[in-house]
């Protein structure tokens, strides 16, 4: 590799790139790239995303000539309306079984394919999204198998949007429940026509008039009463019904004129995906228009790349997809979030180079302040609070679940986009910049790279190491009474290249601050391989012999941090001061 051009070389860099890719682009050591942004005061690693003013800059001290590149995101939005009336054909129709938990849709699904997915879940309750293909007299059918339990109603809305027909699975017995009833909202909001699923009537105890009843009260009237909604008695155990609901779908479908382009650009919806050890990230495709095949390179979200094996049911290695048909691939270079809009580019430099600039797109950059959230509710601007919440261990994830479940009121609703234990990583900055969301942190710490990318996106984080203050200032945001608080403002970073023995109790970490300034009256953070070991005040600042009240990006100190001695060689040492909001 060379590690560097001359000003004869011309390189095109995209307006959003990763260090990684930059390195790739100048055919150079991605250390070197690393090196020469600290040399600029930026801290970075191989996953960052530059802007391109920050990335010609790099490029240019390099010795290359930048140009931008020569497409944009024009020609990919203008691809993904490529579909051509004239070639439209129909299609196999796409079902969502939903439900309340233990209302028997997977068995369903069971009787269905003749198969025994049920065992193969953990205590008998789906986990995942599952897709599958099933042929009924002659005609395909194609099965989304969504979780019933409220754990994942989000899974369920993303199911719904994805299909042509619902089908509402409800036990004859039990009838109408609050997962039910979620379900019938979802169905309603995507507009897509449901079938209910009488299930176990062969149980002593089902009563197929309370479930009339009961639907009927949600606006959905049966056949039976003179509506037009479809019940179909059916048993999933002795498969009592199986061949009528089949029948009803395929009916139901035929009025529905499903049709698709066959010839234009592919693009569909992920239903799921999971990192497999063994084969790397893997993704289940809805494949809504055109047909992919092995080798073609899709952008699903902010990921990238060219399938290299595709399985239909079963696992069965298939080469091509088309319209209606879930599949299983490998190839792209991250896990895409369930939900994503996929479409195929036309190469692998145009996939990336897009799927980058999706995490920066415009659209979607929000200032995600508290202070500002609670402002644009009292206005009635805003109707919904988003949160990201970090904490530090799960028992906090637990007592904070509890608190915010209480909050919301009859004007603002708090939702929770991710709740976990854990830092606050670049991930959780990508999405509150996407979703324009608010960060919460509990006892946690920010990732440096994270606190980069905060500043770049404004979005800012609001720490708490009291219950009481987290829940009393999103109480207060909820009713738009919210003032800033205090924050924590990070002054600059240092990396620790010897120690220094100063008698028995004191010793000097010799440093060279890579990043802002430190300040004499900063809080040093000490981290070690992302972990933080002490937060401490600084007892001396030094550069050589002399006591200075600031050291600056680029030059050597040494610093003492009160009440800490155990310093190793390349630690990092964040400094930070607190302010008060106004």
């Known amino acids: ?96 079984m939903l439900g309340h938990v233990d209302h028997g849709k997977t068995t369903l699904l069971d009787a269905i394919r003749n198969e025994n997915v049920v065992d193969q879940e953990f205590g008998g309750i789906t986990q995942h999204i599952g897709a599958y293909r099933v042929e009924y007299e002659g005609n395909m059918i194609t099965f989304l198998d969504t979780p019933g339990h409220k754990a994942f109603t989000n899974m369920r809305a993303r199911g719904a949007s994805a299909t042509d027909v619902v089908v509402l699975v409800i036990a004859a017995d039990d009838g109408v429940m609050p997962q039910t009833r979620e379900a019938i909202d979802h169905a309603k909001a995507a507009n897509v026509p449901i079938i209910v699923a009488a299930n176990k009537m062969d149980l002593p105890d089902s009563n197929i008039d309370q479930i009339y009843r009961q639907i009927s009260e949600h606006e959905l009237l049966p056949e039976a009463w003179g509506g037009d909604t479809i019940v179909v008695p059916v048993s999933a155990k002795s498969r009592e019904g199986v061949d009528t609901l089949l029948q009803n779908i395929l009916a139901l479908a035929e009025l529905e ?54 399985y239909g049911n079963d696992f069965m290695n298939i080469d091509l997809a088309g319209p209606s048909m879930p599949v299983l691939v490998l190839g792209l270079n991250q896990i895409p979030d369930a939900g994503d809009t996929f479409i195929v580019a036309e190469n692998e430099q145009l996939a990336r180079y897009t799927a980058e600039q999706k995490l920066t797109d415009d659209r979607f950059k929000a200032i995600a302040s508290l202070g500002e959230m609670s ?168 550069h050589f012999q002399n006591d200075v009240r600031e050291v600056t990006s680029g030059l050597e100190c040494g610093i003492v941090v009160e009440g800490y001695t155990d310093f190793q060689e390349d630690d990092v040492l964040q400094a930070f001061h607190i302010v008060d909001g106004s």
């Not at 979005?459 to 205090?486: C, F, H, S, T």
């Open 1 to 96: 590799m060379t590690q560097s051009g001359d000003l004869n070389t011309s390189i095109e860099i995209p307006s959003a790139v990763m260090v990684s890719h930059l390195a790739e682009i100048m055919d150079s050591d991605p250390i070197d790239v690393i090196k020469q942004l600290m040399r600029s005061g930026i801290m970075a690693n191989l996953n960052e995303i530059l802007d391109f003013e920050t990335a010609a800059i790099v490029a240019t001290n390099m010795g290359y000539k930048v140009r931008k590149p020569t497409y944009g995101s024009n020609k990919y939005e203008s691809s993904k309306v490529n579909i051509d009336p004239a070639n439209l054909v129909e299609r196999s129709p796409v079902v969502a």
């Open 257 to 310: 004129e499903l049709k698709a382009d066959v010839t234009g650009t592919a693009s569909g919806i992920v239903i799921e995906s999971r990192l497999d050890r063994s084969r790397g990230p893997l993704a289940t495709l809805l494949v809504q228009h055109g047909e992919i095949s092995v080798g073609s390179v899709i952008v699903a979200g902010t990921t990238y790349g060219k399938i290299k094996a595709m």
């Open 375 to 542: 402002n644009r509710i009292q206005s009635g601007e805003i109707k919904e609070l988003f949160l990201i919440v970090k904490c530090d261990v799960q028992g906090s994830v637990d007592a904070i679940k509890n608190v915010l479940s209480e909050l919301s009121s009859e004007n603002v609703q708090l939702k929770i986009l991710r709740i976990d234990a854990g830092s606050i990583t670049d991930t959780d900055i990508l999405l509150a910049t996407a979703s324009g969301a608010v960060i919460v942190g509990f006892n946690t710490r920010i990732e440096p790279g994270a606190e980069i990318l905060s500043e770049q996106n404004k979005i800012e984080i609001r720490q708490y190491d009291v219950i009481y203050k987290l829940q009393e200032d999103l109480e207060n945001a909820v009713q738009g009474l919210l003032q800033d608080g205090p924050k924590v403002v990070e002054d600059g970073y240092a990396v620790v290249r010897a120690i220094f023995p100063v008698g028995r109790r004191i010793k000097v970490a010799g440093c060279h601050v890579l990043d802002g300034v430190i300040r004499r009256n900063s809080t040093i953070r000490v981290t070690r391989d992302n972990q933080v070991l002490h937060e401490g005040p600084i007892a001396s600042l030094k």
